[in-house]
């Protein structure tokens, strides 16, 4: 790029060729423009150090602008090759998984330093815990249909019956997935051609994002890993339905996978908006059963298609165990006293905590009914009578059950990616909690909520990273506080 100067904005939508040199927090490649006034910053996420990128404008400010990454023009000298069909959901497939982890680590840790008020953040570091499976470790996956394809080879759109992921950038077209992608289930998704093939001769269309028409929206797969077993749910419209040989697409996902179909769903969804889940629709069960068995630590969780459940439960495992060592460690006799699991899901972590510590009294609490309706039968089928549930809202909670503040020996926060609000934490805070174990799978809010519980009396005692989810930015954390006495 020639010199440009800093008071010439770029425009929303502008197409740039740049180079990525450095890579900031979070996956977002740094590229740098001379300019009479100083370097002019690009940040572009899913961009790896020494690529040449095309990057569309998204905003821009005096200093610096953000874009999106449209392509790779030229690889970086560190990318390797790898046996599967490249998808926008593994940007880092190419980048070899050491330099993934180097990153993640020395990324998160100045993260912490610049907004967790943390001075030396690395004196506080236990480990980094590794995924136990670099590749195919999701248990869940959901594939778009569209009737505007893209053409990966000639680069351009067509009008074609697609199946696969949504094409990096857009929300309209798909790319087909004709083999293994390396995040998810081999035979799964080197069969996706077939089932697409079989749709196609169903003469039922695919979805048309920009019209809101077709019928065919998405395909969901859930895996076992300890069972090895799978769930379907088919996603349409209601258009045409009278066609759709339900019969025969039971018996072709039967035929492709035997034994291993445990269940095959189908959902109605004619909601204008791009989501497998509908708010109208409703499921009915063509085949098995609407539930499989996922283990973790020693426990067996039913899980439905529309469960919370962690993504990666392999490497789940192992950060749940780290998590209980900061809520038992220092703290072994927790006889009799209430531990708190916030933010439950499906009262994973909370039974873990009860398996271990048969004579406390755990508690969990979860705003969705469904989630904890499973974490009720789960807690009795792996017969743990001291752990309860609660659906109810976390702020909420802590208002109607003031009768725990300073009965807590430790509590366990595990929010959704958006953090925790900052007046449920102060309500968290006020509970008087001995002991905060945070589980965040968004280190920005987790070191925006350091500083709060520091100024608030906690101090922060270690941490501990997580590669829930290799190939992609995102990394997990666990942090121990302890109340200052």
């Not at 035979?187 to 996706?192: G, L, N, Q």
């Not at 630590?297 to 780290?322: H, I, R, W």
């Not at 008087?432 to 009396?457: F, H, M, W």
Request: net charge neutral; hydrophobic share 35%; glycine share 6%.
């Amino acid at each position: 790029m020639g010199k440009q100067r800093n008071q010439r904005m770029f425009k929303r939508a502008e197409i740039l060729e740049l180079d990525i040199l450095e890579m900031a927090f979070g996956g977002k490649g740094v590229a740098r423009i001379k300019t009479e006034e100083g370097d002019f910053v690009v940040f572009v996420p899913n961009a790896l150090p020494g690529q040449k990128v095309k990057a569309r404008i998204t905003k821009c400010k005096k200093s610096y602008a953000e874009a999106k990454l449209e392509k790779v023009i030229k690889r970086s000298p560190e990318e390797v090759d790898v046996p599967y069909q490249e998808i926008s959901g593994a940007p880092y497939a190419k980048w070899p998984i050491s330099l993934q982890e180097k990153h993640k680590k020395e990324s998160s840790l100045d993260l912490f330093k610049k907004f967790g008020d943390l001075e030396n953040p690395e004196d506080l570091f236990d480990s980094y815990i590794s995924s136990p499976l670099e590749w195919h470790y999701r248990n869940k996956m959901e594939y778009s249909f569209s009737a505007i394809g893209f053409d990966v080879e000639k680069e351009v759109d067509v009008d074609e019956f697609s199946l696969g992921f949504k094409k990096r950038g857009t929300w309209w077209m798909v790319e087909n997935l004709y083999k293994d992608s390396g995040l998810f289930d081999k035979e799964v998704e080197d069969a996706m051609s077939t089932i697409r093939e079989y749709l196609i001769a169903t003469e039922l269309p695919a979805w048309h994002p920009p019209r809101k028409d077709g019928f065919y929206r998405f395909l969901v797969v859930r895996k076992s890993y300890h069972t090895n077993g799978l769930l379907f749910n088919l996603v349409t419209s209601s258009e045409r339905i009278d066609k759709f040989d339900r019969d025969g697409f039971v018996d072709l996902l039967k035929g492709l996978f035997g034994d291993r179909v445990k269940g095959i769903m189908h959902s109605m969804n004619d909601d204008i908006g791009d989501r497998a889940q509908s708010s109208t629709g409703f499921m009915t069960l063509l085949y098995g059963e609407d539930k499989i068995v996922e283990r973790i630590c020693g426990l067996d969780f039913q899980m439905s298609l529309q469960s919370f459940f962690q993504t990666n439960p392999v490497c789940a495992e192992q950060l749940y165990n780290k998590a209980l060592d900061y809520v038992f460690e220092d703290n072994n006799d927790l006889n009799g006293q209430v531990v708190l699991d916030l933010f439950c899901g499906t009262g994973t972590i909370a039974q873990c905590m009860a398996a271990r510590s048969p004579e406390a009294k755990i508690i969990g609490v979860e705003i969705v009914k469904e989630a904890v309706k499973d974490a009720k039968k789960n807690s009795i089928a792996n017969n743990l009578p001291n752990v309860s549930y609660f659906a109810e809202d976390v702020g909420k909670f802590l208002t109607k059950y003031p009768n725990y503040k300073g009965k807590i020996a430790s509590l366990v926060l595990d929010p959704p990616r958006a953090g925790i609000a900052p007046k449920t934490l102060k309500k968290v805070i006020d509970l008087g909690a001995n002991r905060i174990v945070y589980i965040s799978c968004n280190p920005a809010t987790l070191a925006r909520d350091t500083k709060l519980l520091q100024e608030a009396g906690y101090e922060p005692k270690k941490f501990s990273l997580a590669d829930q989810f290799p190939h992609t930015a995102h990394v997990e954390s666990v942090f121990r506080f302890d109340k200052k006495k």
